[in-house]
């Protein structure tokens, strides 16, 4: 259609130029004194075209001539240019195959023809410069050698300009990383705080905190930082609730007094304060951070003042239901260590609890950790014939030789109170015999 449409143009010319020249006989005189010169109108025309032709093919060589050294500029800089792009290129790639010797002299090579280059001679030309220091500190760390990773990624953080905050932020990120690997967390908390606020919640930098927490063995951070994490939905649920469980159990063991420990369990959630796991965790570092004694006796008294007595207990009542409730649902190893943790808890109950624990054995009467229990809170309350029929029966029944010991102990003592010496003795003897 565009050859048609040009044949068409160039038939109405042909025509137009065969009516006005075809049988054009004006002439145009020129006087030059003392000639006169007759010449076509038609020769006048086309003399005139040519000259203009002439004219402007003139100008154009000129210019030409003219912009023959910024045409030479723009080609060396096209040639650095692409020197650039296939060095850095060429240093990515060779890094990804595993070869970072070569990575390191692409790298360097595109680095120094950066370096020579005048400051705006590329489009983004920072960013360039930092990629190229980022591509040479990462292949220097796969080989390495620390000190010119090191050297190389200061010059680079150093050296970036505004246009370079993306690269910057990944630059810091790196950094970051390797410190972390290299188990440094000084330096790894020195580049993580250089951040920009928003570039710290994005996933990749929350991981890193997150590996920096678990690093500085601050459960707590990390437990913010999963939670984080997992609202990003950079975990799984399961996933995120078995490292939840790890990292709440290690902040509750890592607890130094009884307000520390107040504080991280009143941090969870309500979920995560449900967890029987977690609750027998909590109640057993009170049993080691708080002195023992009734309500009455300011069982509890080991709790900073600044925590009021009357939530302390509501916190140690809401675990101590926690791990009730969820008792038959544990096994073997989970239940004895409920059954210790909550007999130790016993002496710091007032009656209440008694009735508790009656119903949660009248459900399980078959259970001899639950009789167990029993036995030891109706001895307490002096409650002597009940206590003996239950610790009776659940001496018998106790697969752990400490309880079982425990079970005869209480037995002895017992007999003891009632005056026959001849049962008290054999359960010693039962009891030594565990």
């Known amino acids: 259609m ?36 007759d010449l076509s109108l038609n020769l006048v025309l086309i003399g005139l075209l040519l000259g203009f032709v002439l004219l402007h093919l003139a100008l154009r060589g000129i210019a030409l001539l003219r912009a023959l050294p910024q045409r030479a500029q723009r080609w060396r800089q096209r040639q650095q240019e692409k020197a650039v792009y296939v060095g850095l290129l060429e240093a990515l790639v060779q890094h990804w195959a595993g070869r970072f010797v070569r990575a390191q002299t692409s790298a360097e090579q595109a680095l120094q023809v950066l370096e020579r280059l005048p400051e705006g001679t590329l489009a983004h030309q920072g960013r360039w410069l930092l990629l190229a220091r980022l591509l040479l500190a990462e292949s220097a760390h796969s080989l390495g050698n620390t000190g010119r990773r090191d050297a190389t990624i200061e010059a680079a953080l150093a050296g970036a300009g505004p246009d370079a905050a993306a690269a910057r932020e990944a630059a810091l990120l790196r950094a970051s990383a390797w410190a972390i690997e290299a188990r440094d967390a ?28 678990q690093l500085e063995r601050d459960s707590v951070g990390a437990i913010e930082m999963v939670r984080q994490l997992k609202k990003h939905k950079a975990f799984s649920s399961a996933i995120a609730a078995r490292l939840l469980h790890t990292l709440v159990s290690e902040a509750l063991q890592q607890t130094h007094d009884a307000e520390q420990l107040l504080r991280v ?12 796991g977690l609750a027998l965790e909590f109640l057993q570092q009170g049993l080691r951070l708080w002195p023992q004694g009734s309500e009455g006796s300011d069982g509890v008294a080991g709790v900073a003042a600044a925590v009021p007595l009357p939530e302390a207990y509501r916190w140690r009542d809401e675990a101590l239901q926690t791990l009730l409730a969820a008792y038959p649902q544990l096994e073997g190893l989970a239940q004895q260590r409920s059954i210790r943790v909550l007999q130790d808890w016993l002496p710091a109950l007032d009656a209440r609890w008694l009735a508790q624990l009656d119903a949660v054995q009248a459900a399980r009467p078959a259970d001899a950790g639950l009789q167990y229990l029993c036995g030891l809170a109706l001895l307490q309350r002096q409650l002597w014939g009940k206590a003996g029929q239950m610790l009776q029966q659940a001496s018998r029944s106790l697969q752990d030789a400490g309880l079982r010991r425990r079970a005869w102990c209480a037995l002895a003592q017992l007999a003891e109170q009632r005056g026959d010496e001849a049962a008290a003795q054999q359960a010693w003897k039962q009891a030594a015999a565990c």
Do not use: T
């Open 265 to 276: 369990w009143k941090g969870l959630d309500a979920r995560e304060r449900a967890d029987a």
């Open 2 to 37: 565009k050859n048609v449409l040009w044949f068409l143009l160039l038939a109405a010319v042909a025509v137009v130029a065969a009516l006005l020249l075809g049988d054009n006989q004006a002439i145009v005189s020129v006087f030059w004194p003392p000639w006169r010169v």
């Open 186 to 213: 000084v330096q790894a908390r020195h580049w993580w705080q250089q951040l920009p606020q928003g570039a710290a919640r994005r996933i990749q930098a929350l991981r890193l905190r997150l590996k920096l927490a």
